[in-house]
């Protein structure tokens, strides 16, 4: 997320609701990166994270808002 344009400026014109739309667009695909990046380390949490749709919601709304308190 921090190399993404769109959402990083949205987080430093304290635009919640936009910062989340683009955090719904391009957060999603970088986590999904991240995540198949750890997978061979990490077997457990990526199995959480492809076979549990609220542990996915969970960890996508939690990185979202740590950056929010990040830039606040």
């Known amino acids: 997320m921090a190399t993404d344009a769109a ?30 990046d750890i997978m061979s380390d990490h077997t457990k949490l990526f199995k959480q994270f492809s076979d549990n749709p ?8 939690t990185i979202f808002n740590m950056d929010l308190s990040a830039t606040g």
């Open 54 to 61: 609220s542990f996915k919601k969970w960890l996508s709304d």
């Open 7 to 36: 959402y990083q400026n949205a987080m430093q014109n304290n635009d919640k609701k936009t910062a989340w739309i683009e955090h719904d667009t391009a957060h999603d695909a970088a986590l999904q990166r991240v995540m198949i």
